[in-house]
Protein backbone atom coordinates (compact mmCIF):
# COMPACT_ATOMS: atom_id res chain seq x y z
CA UNK A 1 0.00 0.00 0.00
CA UNK A 2 1.17 3.16 -0.98
CA UNK A 3 0.13 6.49 -0.03
CA UNK A 4 1.39 9.70 -2.03
CA UNK A 5 0.65 13.84 -1.40
CA UNK A 6 -0.24 15.53 -4.55
CA UNK A 7 0.90 18.98 -4.42
CA UNK A 8 -1.48 20.07 -7.64
CA UNK A 9 -2.91 23.16 -5.03
CA UNK A 10 0.86 24.68 -5.22
CA UNK A 11 -0.54 27.19 -7.67
CA UNK A 12 -3.53 28.33 -5.32
CA UNK A 13 -1.11 28.74 -2.56
CA UNK A 14 1.20 31.22 -4.70
CA UNK A 15 -2.15 32.90 -6.15
CA UNK A 16 -3.58 33.55 -2.66
CA UNK A 17 -0.19 35.17 -1.62
CA UNK A 18 -0.34 37.31 -4.95
CA UNK A 19 -3.27 38.38 -4.47
CA UNK A 20 -3.08 38.95 -0.79
CA UNK A 21 0.11 41.14 -1.01
CA UNK A 22 -0.92 43.49 -4.03
CA UNK A 23 -4.39 44.14 -2.15
CA UNK A 24 -2.57 45.10 0.98
CA UNK A 25 -0.18 47.48 -0.87
CA UNK A 26 -2.29 49.05 -2.80
CA UNK A 27 -5.24 49.03 -0.41
CA UNK A 28 -7.95 47.17 -2.28
CA UNK A 29 -10.28 45.57 -0.19
CA UNK A 30 -11.89 43.64 -3.09
CA UNK A 31 -8.33 42.02 -4.15
CA UNK A 32 -7.81 40.75 -0.54
CA UNK A 33 -10.94 39.61 -0.68
CA UNK A 34 -10.05 37.11 -3.82
CA UNK A 35 -7.27 36.31 -2.28
CA UNK A 36 -9.47 33.78 0.03
CA UNK A 37 -10.84 31.91 -2.74
CA UNK A 38 -7.60 30.17 -3.73
CA UNK A 39 -6.71 29.75 -0.04
CA UNK A 40 -10.01 28.09 0.44
CA UNK A 41 -8.99 25.29 -2.09
CA UNK A 42 -5.53 25.19 -0.41
CA UNK A 43 -7.29 24.75 2.87
CA UNK A 44 -9.58 21.66 1.84
CA UNK A 45 -6.71 19.88 0.40
CA UNK A 46 -4.62 20.08 3.25
CA UNK A 47 -7.50 18.58 5.87
CA UNK A 48 -8.75 16.18 3.55
CA UNK A 49 -7.62 12.55 4.57
CA UNK A 50 -8.00 8.94 3.45
CA UNK A 51 -9.13 6.80 5.86
CA UNK A 52 -6.31 4.51 7.34
CA UNK A 53 -7.29 1.29 7.22
CA UNK A 54 -9.99 1.31 4.10
CA UNK A 55 -12.79 -1.57 4.30
CA UNK A 56 -13.18 -2.65 0.81
CA UNK A 57 -13.78 -6.40 -0.31
CA UNK A 58 -13.94 -7.38 -3.84
CA UNK A 59 -15.48 -10.42 -5.35
CA UNK A 60 -14.96 -11.98 -8.94
CA UNK A 61 -17.70 -14.42 -10.61
CA UNK A 62 -16.75 -15.79 -14.25
CA UNK A 63 -19.66 -17.07 -16.28
CA UNK A 64 -17.20 -20.70 -17.16
CA UNK A 65 -14.53 -22.63 -14.82
CA UNK A 66 -13.75 -24.84 -17.52
CA UNK A 67 -14.57 -22.78 -21.04
CA UNK A 68 -13.67 -23.80 -24.60
CA UNK A 69 -11.21 -22.23 -26.66
CA UNK A 70 -12.63 -19.32 -28.71
CA UNK A 71 -15.52 -19.14 -25.77
CA UNK A 72 -16.18 -15.95 -24.29
CA UNK A 73 -16.13 -15.42 -20.28
CA UNK A 74 -17.77 -13.06 -18.44
CA UNK A 75 -16.48 -11.43 -16.05
CA UNK A 76 -18.38 -9.82 -12.47
CA UNK A 77 -15.90 -7.87 -10.29
CA UNK A 78 -18.38 -6.96 -7.17
CA UNK A 79 -16.51 -3.85 -5.42
CA UNK A 80 -18.16 -3.13 -1.73
CA UNK A 81 -17.87 -0.13 0.53
CA UNK A 82 -17.66 -1.66 4.42
CA UNK A 83 -16.48 1.80 5.71
CA UNK A 84 -18.17 3.78 7.51
CA UNK A 85 -17.05 6.88 5.11
CA UNK A 86 -18.18 7.46 1.73
CA UNK A 87 -15.53 6.31 -0.75
CA UNK A 88 -16.05 9.76 -2.95
CA UNK A 89 -13.47 8.68 -5.79
CA UNK A 90 -12.50 4.62 -6.14
CA UNK A 91 -10.52 3.35 -9.00
CA UNK A 92 -10.03 -0.10 -9.32
CA UNK A 93 -8.84 -1.82 -12.33
CA UNK A 94 -8.95 -5.96 -12.41
CA UNK A 95 -5.79 -8.06 -13.07
CA UNK A 96 -6.76 -9.47 -16.44
CA UNK A 97 -4.07 -12.25 -17.42
CA UNK A 98 -1.81 -10.96 -19.88
CA UNK A 99 -2.60 -14.01 -22.80
CA UNK A 100 -6.52 -12.84 -22.38
CA UNK A 101 -8.25 -10.09 -25.00
CA UNK A 102 -11.01 -8.04 -23.23
CA UNK A 103 -12.99 -8.02 -26.36
CA UNK A 104 -16.57 -6.15 -24.43
CA UNK A 105 -16.34 -3.98 -21.53
CA UNK A 106 -13.72 -2.72 -19.58
CA UNK A 107 -11.96 -3.82 -16.66
CA UNK A 108 -11.32 -0.48 -15.02
CA UNK A 109 -13.77 1.62 -13.62
CA UNK A 110 -14.67 5.22 -11.90
CA UNK A 111 -16.65 4.73 -8.45
CA UNK A 112 -18.28 6.60 -5.68
CA UNK A 113 -19.47 4.50 -2.95
CA UNK A 114 -22.03 5.29 0.16
CA UNK A 115 -21.03 3.13 3.07
CA UNK A 116 -22.10 -0.65 2.41
CA UNK A 117 -22.91 0.06 -0.71
CA UNK A 118 -21.37 -2.15 -3.45
CA UNK A 119 -20.83 -1.68 -7.55
CA UNK A 120 -20.38 -4.02 -10.21
CA UNK A 121 -17.33 -4.27 -12.89
CA UNK A 122 -18.33 -6.35 -16.12
CA UNK A 123 -16.28 -7.71 -19.00
CA UNK A 124 -15.50 -10.44 -21.04
CA UNK A 125 -12.66 -12.05 -22.55
CA UNK A 126 -12.29 -14.83 -24.97
CA UNK A 127 -10.56 -18.23 -23.53
CA UNK A 128 -7.59 -19.05 -24.98
CA UNK A 129 -5.73 -22.79 -24.44
CA UNK A 130 -4.03 -22.82 -21.12
CA UNK A 131 -4.34 -22.08 -17.61
CA UNK A 132 -5.29 -18.35 -16.36
CA UNK A 133 -5.21 -16.97 -13.00
CA UNK A 134 -6.49 -13.59 -12.43
CA UNK A 135 -4.27 -11.53 -9.91
CA UNK A 136 -5.69 -9.15 -7.10
CA UNK A 137 -7.21 -5.99 -8.36
CA UNK A 138 -5.77 -3.14 -8.19
CA UNK A 139 -7.44 0.39 -5.87
CA UNK A 140 -6.81 3.89 -5.90
CA UNK A 141 -8.45 6.24 -3.02
CA UNK A 142 -8.32 10.05 -3.80
CA UNK A 143 -9.48 12.65 -1.71
CA UNK A 144 -12.57 14.99 -2.75
CA UNK A 145 -9.56 17.64 -3.61
CA UNK A 146 -7.32 15.16 -5.56
CA UNK A 147 -4.59 16.44 -3.19
CA UNK A 148 -4.02 12.85 -1.50
CA UNK A 149 -4.01 9.08 -2.94
CA UNK A 150 -3.58 5.37 -1.44
CA UNK A 151 -2.76 2.98 -4.02
CA UNK A 152 -2.99 -0.73 -2.84
CA UNK A 153 -4.50 -4.76 -3.88
CA UNK A 154 -7.17 -5.84 -2.59
CA UNK A 155 -7.34 -9.89 -2.74
CA UNK A 156 -10.59 -10.59 -4.37
CA UNK A 157 -12.57 -13.84 -3.47
CA UNK A 158 -14.92 -16.07 -5.30
CA UNK A 159 -13.21 -17.61 -8.54
CA UNK A 160 -9.67 -16.97 -9.62
CA UNK A 161 -9.25 -18.08 -12.80
CA UNK A 162 -10.35 -20.66 -14.80
CA UNK A 163 -8.85 -23.88 -17.23
CA UNK A 164 -9.32 -23.69 -20.85
CA UNK A 165 -7.82 -27.22 -22.09
CA UNK A 166 -8.45 -29.17 -25.52
CA UNK A 167 -8.94 -32.30 -23.52
CA UNK A 168 -11.52 -30.46 -21.82
CA UNK A 169 -14.65 -32.91 -21.43
CA UNK A 170 -17.69 -31.71 -23.91
CA UNK A 171 -21.41 -33.05 -23.99
CA UNK A 172 -21.38 -34.33 -27.91
CA UNK A 173 -24.25 -36.23 -28.83
CA UNK A 174 -21.71 -37.80 -31.45
CA UNK A 175 -24.32 -40.54 -32.55
CA UNK A 176 -27.13 -37.91 -33.42
CA UNK A 177 -25.16 -35.72 -35.16
CA UNK A 178 -22.41 -37.24 -37.33
CA UNK A 179 -23.27 -39.83 -39.90
CA UNK A 180 -20.64 -42.22 -38.20
CA UNK A 181 -21.07 -44.02 -34.91
CA UNK A 182 -23.62 -47.14 -34.44
CA UNK A 183 -25.18 -48.11 -37.85
CA UNK A 184 -28.28 -50.03 -38.78
CA UNK A 185 -27.92 -53.33 -40.64
CA UNK A 186 -30.50 -54.98 -42.16
CA UNK A 187 -29.42 -58.48 -39.74
CA UNK A 188 -31.99 -59.17 -37.14
CA UNK A 189 -30.72 -58.34 -33.51
CA UNK A 190 -30.09 -55.89 -30.69
CA UNK A 191 -31.08 -52.41 -31.72
CA UNK A 192 -34.39 -49.69 -31.63
CA UNK A 193 -35.45 -50.33 -35.36
CA UNK A 194 -38.47 -52.56 -35.69
CA UNK A 195 -37.05 -55.76 -38.44
CA UNK A 196 -39.43 -58.75 -37.77
CA UNK A 197 -41.76 -60.85 -35.61
CA UNK A 198 -40.98 -64.83 -34.98
CA UNK A 199 -42.45 -67.62 -33.15
CA UNK A 200 -40.60 -67.56 -29.50
CA UNK A 201 -37.75 -69.21 -28.74
CA UNK A 202 -36.66 -71.16 -25.60
CA UNK A 203 -34.34 -68.60 -24.10
CA UNK A 204 -35.54 -65.51 -25.53
CA UNK A 205 -35.44 -62.53 -23.19
CA UNK A 206 -39.05 -61.57 -21.21
CA UNK A 207 -38.58 -57.69 -22.62
CA UNK A 208 -38.56 -58.94 -26.43
CA UNK A 209 -41.88 -61.35 -26.45
CA UNK A 210 -44.87 -59.02 -28.05
CA UNK A 211 -47.24 -59.37 -25.36
CA UNK A 212 -50.05 -57.61 -26.95
CA UNK A 213 -50.05 -60.01 -29.29
CA UNK A 214 -50.25 -62.83 -26.92
CA UNK A 215 -53.11 -60.87 -25.00
CA UNK A 216 -55.30 -60.78 -28.24
CA UNK A 217 -54.09 -64.77 -29.43
CA UNK A 218 -52.40 -66.53 -26.97
CA UNK A 219 -49.66 -66.81 -29.28
CA UNK A 220 -46.28 -66.15 -27.75
CA UNK A 221 -44.23 -64.40 -30.57
CA UNK A 222 -40.27 -62.83 -30.23
CA UNK A 223 -39.65 -58.67 -31.61
CA UNK A 224 -36.76 -58.80 -33.72
CA UNK A 225 -35.14 -55.50 -34.33
CA UNK A 226 -32.71 -54.38 -36.86
CA UNK A 227 -28.73 -54.56 -35.60
CA UNK A 228 -26.81 -52.10 -34.50
CA UNK A 229 -22.94 -52.43 -35.29
CA UNK A 230 -20.11 -50.03 -34.19
CA UNK A 231 -18.40 -48.07 -36.83
CA UNK A 232 -14.60 -47.62 -37.36
CA UNK A 233 -13.78 -43.91 -37.39
CA UNK A 234 -10.78 -41.84 -38.31
CA UNK A 235 -10.21 -38.64 -37.33
CA UNK A 236 -7.74 -36.01 -39.38
CA UNK A 237 -6.84 -32.99 -37.74
CA UNK A 238 -4.84 -30.10 -39.77
CA UNK A 239 -2.20 -28.50 -37.64
CA UNK A 240 -0.09 -27.21 -39.85
CA UNK A 241 1.69 -24.03 -39.81
CA UNK A 242 -0.47 -22.57 -42.42
CA UNK A 243 -3.48 -23.44 -40.01
CA UNK A 244 -2.03 -20.52 -37.41
CA UNK A 245 -4.71 -18.18 -38.47
CA UNK A 246 -6.53 -16.43 -35.44
CA UNK A 247 -9.51 -14.15 -36.76
CA UNK A 248 -9.00 -11.59 -34.30
CA UNK A 249 -5.19 -11.18 -32.08
CA UNK A 250 -5.97 -12.53 -28.69
CA UNK A 251 -8.43 -14.93 -30.17
CA UNK A 252 -7.41 -19.32 -30.63
CA UNK A 253 -5.93 -19.99 -33.76
CA UNK A 254 -6.64 -22.48 -36.10
CA UNK A 255 -4.29 -25.15 -34.70
CA UNK A 256 -5.99 -25.17 -31.25
CA UNK A 257 -9.67 -25.24 -32.18
CA UNK A 258 -8.60 -28.34 -34.46
CA UNK A 259 -7.22 -29.90 -31.76
CA UNK A 260 -9.76 -29.14 -29.20
CA UNK A 261 -12.61 -30.50 -31.62
CA UNK A 262 -10.70 -33.18 -32.51
CA UNK A 263 -10.02 -34.31 -29.11
CA UNK A 264 -14.00 -33.34 -28.43
CA UNK A 265 -15.05 -35.67 -30.91
CA UNK A 266 -12.94 -38.74 -30.39
CA UNK A 267 -12.79 -38.89 -27.12
CA UNK A 268 -16.69 -39.07 -27.18
CA UNK A 269 -16.26 -41.67 -30.11
CA UNK A 270 -14.50 -43.99 -27.87
CA UNK A 271 -16.61 -43.18 -25.14
CA UNK A 272 -19.62 -44.60 -26.77
CA UNK A 273 -17.82 -48.07 -27.71
CA UNK A 274 -16.36 -47.22 -31.39
CA UNK A 275 -13.15 -47.68 -33.20
CA UNK A 276 -11.31 -44.84 -33.46
CA UNK A 277 -8.18 -44.06 -34.85
CA UNK A 278 -6.20 -40.57 -35.46
CA UNK A 279 -4.28 -39.20 -37.99
CA UNK A 280 -2.44 -35.67 -37.75
CA UNK A 281 -0.99 -33.55 -40.42
CA UNK A 282 1.62 -30.99 -39.14
CA UNK A 283 3.36 -33.17 -36.01
CA UNK A 284 6.74 -34.05 -34.86
CA UNK A 285 6.35 -37.20 -33.86
CA UNK A 286 9.90 -38.16 -32.31
CA UNK A 287 10.20 -39.43 -29.21
CA UNK A 288 6.53 -40.84 -29.29
CA UNK A 289 5.63 -44.35 -28.07
CA UNK A 290 5.10 -47.34 -31.25
CA UNK A 291 1.70 -46.37 -30.40
CA UNK A 292 2.45 -43.21 -32.81
CA UNK A 293 3.66 -43.74 -36.22
CA UNK A 294 4.93 -41.19 -38.18
CA UNK A 295 4.27 -41.23 -41.97
CA UNK A 296 5.78 -39.39 -45.28
CA UNK A 297 4.48 -36.12 -46.10
CA UNK A 298 4.38 -35.04 -41.81
CA UNK A 299 1.70 -37.43 -40.90
CA UNK A 300 1.28 -38.60 -37.51
CA UNK A 301 -0.89 -42.32 -37.40
CA UNK A 302 -2.87 -43.65 -34.29
CA UNK A 303 -4.54 -46.93 -35.84
CA UNK A 304 -8.25 -47.53 -34.69
CA UNK A 305 -8.78 -49.03 -31.74
CA UNK A 306 -11.65 -48.94 -28.93
CA UNK A 307 -11.38 -48.70 -25.16
CA UNK A 308 -8.52 -47.40 -22.42
CA UNK A 309 -5.72 -48.64 -25.22
CA UNK A 310 -6.84 -45.94 -27.76
CA UNK A 311 -7.44 -43.28 -25.40
CA UNK A 312 -4.16 -43.43 -24.18
CA UNK A 313 -2.55 -43.29 -27.10
CA UNK A 314 -4.89 -40.51 -28.60
CA UNK A 315 -4.18 -38.72 -25.68
CA UNK A 316 -0.24 -39.18 -26.09
CA UNK A 317 -0.65 -37.56 -29.64
CA UNK A 318 -2.64 -34.96 -28.02
CA UNK A 319 0.07 -34.06 -26.06
CA UNK A 320 1.69 -33.85 -29.22
CA UNK A 321 -1.11 -31.37 -30.46
CA UNK A 322 -0.59 -29.54 -27.01
CA UNK A 323 3.26 -28.72 -27.86
CA UNK A 324 1.86 -26.95 -31.27
CA UNK A 325 -0.52 -24.49 -29.47
CA UNK A 326 1.95 -23.56 -26.43
CA UNK A 327 4.45 -22.02 -29.52
CA UNK A 328 5.53 -18.94 -29.21
CA UNK A 329 5.57 -16.16 -32.11
CA UNK A 330 2.31 -16.89 -33.52
CA UNK A 331 0.96 -15.08 -36.61
CA UNK A 332 -1.30 -12.21 -35.68
CA UNK A 333 -4.52 -12.18 -37.45
CA UNK A 334 -5.32 -13.29 -41.21
CA UNK A 335 -1.74 -14.53 -41.30
CA UNK A 336 0.12 -17.53 -41.94
CA UNK A 337 3.41 -18.91 -40.56
CA UNK A 338 6.24 -17.71 -43.38
CA UNK A 339 7.75 -21.11 -43.91
CA UNK A 340 6.17 -24.35 -43.07
CA UNK A 341 7.68 -28.40 -41.79
CA UNK A 342 4.51 -29.66 -43.89
CA UNK A 343 4.73 -28.17 -47.05
CA UNK A 344 2.74 -30.32 -50.03
CA UNK A 345 4.89 -32.56 -51.40
CA UNK A 346 5.98 -32.05 -55.03
CA UNK A 347 2.62 -34.01 -56.55
CA UNK A 348 0.22 -32.02 -54.84
CA UNK A 349 0.13 -34.60 -51.73
CA UNK A 350 -2.05 -37.10 -54.25
CA UNK A 351 0.94 -39.57 -53.30
CA UNK A 352 0.51 -38.99 -49.53
CA UNK A 353 -3.67 -38.94 -49.98
CA UNK A 354 -3.63 -42.59 -51.58
CA UNK A 355 -1.21 -43.76 -49.08
CA UNK A 356 -3.41 -42.57 -46.65
CA UNK A 357 -6.68 -43.71 -47.88
CA UNK A 358 -5.45 -46.97 -48.93
CA UNK A 359 -4.41 -47.47 -44.49
CA UNK A 360 -8.46 -47.49 -44.07
CA UNK A 361 -10.79 -50.32 -43.47
CA UNK A 362 -13.20 -50.68 -45.82
CA UNK A 363 -16.11 -48.85 -44.76
CA UNK A 364 -13.82 -46.62 -42.29
CA UNK A 365 -16.25 -43.00 -41.96
CA UNK A 366 -13.86 -39.98 -41.88
CA UNK A 367 -14.01 -36.88 -39.93
CA UNK A 368 -11.41 -34.03 -41.40
CA UNK A 369 -11.04 -30.99 -39.29
CA UNK A 370 -9.15 -28.01 -40.59
CA UNK A 371 -9.99 -24.32 -40.91
CA UNK A 372 -9.98 -24.70 -45.10
CA UNK A 373 -8.13 -21.85 -45.65
CA UNK A 374 -5.61 -23.77 -48.62
CA UNK A 375 -6.57 -26.73 -50.48
CA UNK A 376 -4.71 -28.94 -48.77
CA UNK A 377 -7.00 -31.41 -47.55
CA UNK A 378 -10.15 -30.60 -49.94
CA UNK A 379 -8.76 -32.89 -52.28
CA UNK A 380 -8.12 -35.76 -49.40
CA UNK A 381 -11.90 -34.87 -49.26
CA UNK A 382 -12.62 -35.69 -52.81
CA UNK A 383 -10.24 -38.97 -52.85
CA UNK A 384 -12.04 -40.45 -49.78
CA UNK A 385 -15.50 -40.22 -51.37
CA UNK A 386 -14.11 -41.75 -54.62
CA UNK A 387 -13.39 -45.00 -52.69
CA UNK A 388 -17.28 -45.03 -50.96
CA UNK A 389 -15.79 -43.14 -47.29
CA UNK A 390 -18.71 -41.31 -45.48
CA UNK A 391 -16.85 -37.74 -44.54
CA UNK A 392 -17.61 -35.14 -42.49
CA UNK A 393 -15.67 -32.00 -42.25
CA UNK A 394 -15.62 -29.56 -39.38
CA UNK A 395 -14.28 -26.26 -39.92
CA UNK A 396 -13.22 -23.85 -37.31
CA UNK A 397 -13.84 -20.28 -39.21
CA UNK A 398 -10.74 -18.16 -38.70
CA UNK A 399 -11.18 -15.44 -41.11
CA UNK A 400 -11.72 -11.85 -40.19
CA UNK A 401 -14.85 -10.40 -42.49
CA UNK A 402 -13.33 -6.35 -42.30
CA UNK A 403 -10.14 -6.10 -44.28
CA UNK A 404 -10.42 -6.65 -47.55
CA UNK A 405 -7.79 -9.45 -47.70
CA UNK A 406 -9.50 -11.01 -45.17
CA UNK A 407 -12.52 -10.79 -46.81
CA UNK A 408 -11.02 -12.51 -49.87
CA UNK A 409 -10.02 -15.23 -47.47
CA UNK A 410 -13.57 -15.87 -46.13
CA UNK A 411 -14.78 -16.07 -49.64
CA UNK A 412 -12.39 -18.30 -50.74
CA UNK A 413 -12.88 -20.75 -47.93
CA UNK A 414 -16.85 -20.65 -48.62
CA UNK A 415 -16.28 -21.94 -51.86
CA UNK A 416 -13.49 -24.58 -50.82
CA UNK A 417 -16.86 -25.41 -47.82
CA UNK A 418 -19.35 -25.77 -51.06
CA UNK A 419 -17.07 -27.82 -53.20
CA UNK A 420 -16.89 -30.33 -50.32
CA UNK A 421 -20.34 -30.34 -49.91
CA UNK A 422 -20.67 -31.08 -53.66
CA UNK A 423 -18.74 -34.56 -53.03
CA UNK A 424 -21.34 -35.75 -50.89
CA UNK A 425 -19.58 -35.33 -47.79
CA UNK A 426 -21.09 -32.96 -44.61
CA UNK A 427 -19.23 -29.84 -44.42
CA UNK A 428 -19.90 -28.14 -40.99
CA UNK A 429 -19.11 -24.29 -40.82
CA UNK A 430 -18.30 -23.74 -37.06
CA UNK A 431 -18.33 -20.49 -35.38
CA UNK A 432 -15.77 -20.83 -32.39
CA UNK A 433 -17.81 -18.25 -31.09
CA UNK A 434 -20.62 -20.95 -30.78
CA UNK A 435 -20.98 -24.28 -29.15
CA UNK A 436 -19.34 -27.09 -31.49
CA UNK A 437 -22.55 -29.30 -30.89
CA UNK A 438 -24.75 -26.32 -32.51
CA UNK A 439 -22.64 -26.46 -35.56
CA UNK A 440 -23.32 -29.98 -35.99
CA UNK A 441 -26.61 -30.33 -35.50
CA UNK A 442 -27.16 -27.12 -37.81
CA UNK A 443 -24.92 -29.16 -40.70
CA UNK A 444 -27.00 -32.50 -40.23
CA UNK A 445 -30.29 -30.32 -40.29
CA UNK A 446 -29.25 -29.01 -43.50
CA UNK A 447 -28.78 -32.30 -45.00
Same mark, same amino acid.
Given at each position: ?10 ? #? ?14 ? $?????? /???? %? ?6 ? =? ?5 ? +? ?13 ? !? %??? &? ?41 ? %? ?17 ? @? ?33 ? =?? %? $? ?15 ? #? ?7 ? !? ?11 ? *? &? ?85 ? *?? *? ?9 ? /? ?48 ? =? ?13 ? $? ?13 ? +? @? ?16 ? $? ?17 ? *? ?17
Amino acid at each position: MTVERIYRWEI #GLIAAAFLGATGIVFG $LPAVIL /AASI %PLAYVTVA =SVNRLPD +TPEIVVERELSSSVP !R %PGE &RVDVTLTVRNEHSIVLTDLRVVDAVPDELTVVEGSPRAALSLR %PDAEAEIEYTVVAMQGDHA @FGDPYVRLRTVSGGRRRTMRIPAGGTTGFSCLITA =SL %P $LTIGNTFRTGEHTTATA #GQGLEFHTL !REYRSGDAINRID *W &RRYAKTGDLTTVEFNEQRTTTVMVVLDVRDEMRIASHAGHPDGVELAAYAGYAISNELITAGHEVGIAGVGVDTQGVSAGVQRLRGG *WA *WVAPGTGSDAA /ARVDELYGLFRERVFRSGEPGPGDTAATSSTAATADGGAAVAKRFIQRLS =SGTSVIVISTATDDH $LVDLVRRLRMASHDV +T @FVSPDVTHRTRPGARLQA $LERSVRLRQIRTTGATAVD *WDPAEPLQNALENAITRL
